[in-house]
C-alpha cells in the first residue's frame, strides 16, 4: 500500500501542502518538522534564508524528516518557488545564484547585495499580506497573479492555472487570456518580478508553455 503524500510541496503561495508530483526543484526554508521520521509540520519557515535548490547535487543524500535537519520542500518549477518567495541557492545553483544577484543589483541599489539583504528584503515582501497591483502589461513571465480561477503564472499573451489538486498547470484548454490593460494582483514578491523584468531566465513547466 502506498504511503499518502508528505506534506512537503510548496504552493505559489507559499503554503506547503500534501499533493502527489515532486517537481523540478528542492527547497530549504530550515527545519520546519519536529521529532524523528515526523512528518509533522510545525512551522512556516525558521529562517528568512528561503532557498531553491538541484534535486541532485555532488551525490549528496539529505535526510528527509530525520531530526535536527532541515525540511526538504519541493517546487513544481522555478516560477512557483519564486512566487512562494524563494531565490536560488549560492551553492548549488551557483550560475542561477548569481543571475539573480546581478538582476537584483541592476533593479534596487545599484550595488552587488549579499545574500542576506536579499532574504532580508523577501521576507518582508512575502510576509506582508496586502495586495500588491502591477499593470499587466509591465508583468514578465514567469510571474505569478491571483485569478478568479486560481493562481497563474504569466506567459506570453496567457496565464497558466497552476491547480493544487495536481500541483501541476491545466491544460491550455483552460488557459487564461492575459489583459491588455488594468492591473493585475500580483503574487511574486516585487523585488523578484524586477529580477523577472532585467532577464533573468525563469524555469517554467513545459505544460504552461
Known amino acids: 500500500m502506498r504511503s499518502p503524500p508528505a506534506p512537503n510541496r510548496v504552493t505559489p503561495r507559499g503554503d506547503i501542502i500534501a499533493v ?12 520546519l518538522h519536529e521529532g524523528r521520521g515526523s512528518r509533522d509540520i510545525v512551522r512556516n519557515h525558521q529562517s ?17 524528516w530525520a531530526p535536527n535537519h532541515y525540511t526538504q520542500l519541493f ?6 518557488a519564486f512566487a512562494a518567495g524563494h531565490r536560488p541557492c549560492a551553492e548549488c545553483r551557483r550560475s542561477a545564484y548569481n543571475a539573480y544577484r546581478r538582476a537584483w543589483c541592476e533593479t534596487h541599489s545599484g550595488t552587488t ?9 523577501l521576507h518582508v515582501e512575502r510576509t506582508d499580506r496586502s495586495e500588491k497591483s502591477l499593470p499587466w502589461q509591465i508583468l ?14 504569466v506567459v506570453g499573451d496567457n496565464l497558466a492555472v497552476w491547480d493544487e489538486a495536481d500541483n501541476a498547470y491545466r491544460p491550455d484548454s ?7 490593460a ?20 525563469v524555469q517554467i513547466d513545459p505544460a504552461a508553455r
Open 75 to 80: 517546487f513544481l518549477d522555478e516560477a512557483v
Open 182 to 201: 488594468g492591473s493585475a494582483s500580483v503574487l511574486t514578491p516585487l523585488s523578484t518580478v524586477a529580477v523577472l523584468r532585467a532577464g533573468y531566465p
Open 140 to 153: 514578465p513571465d514567469g510571474a505569478f497573479v491571483s485569478t478568479v480561477d486560481g493562481p497563474a503564472v
Open 48 to 64: 528568512k534564508a528561503w532557498i531553491t535548490c538541484e534535486l541532485k547535487f555532488r551525490g549528496r543524500r539529505a535526510p528527509q
Open 113 to 121: 547585495p549579499y545574500a542576506k539583504e536579499m532574504d532580508s528584503r
Open 174 to 180: 483552460h488557459w487564461l487570456p492575459r489583459p491588455a
Open 20 to 31: 502527489a508530483g515532486r517537481g523540478a526543484w528542492m527547497g530549504n526554508r530550515g527545519r
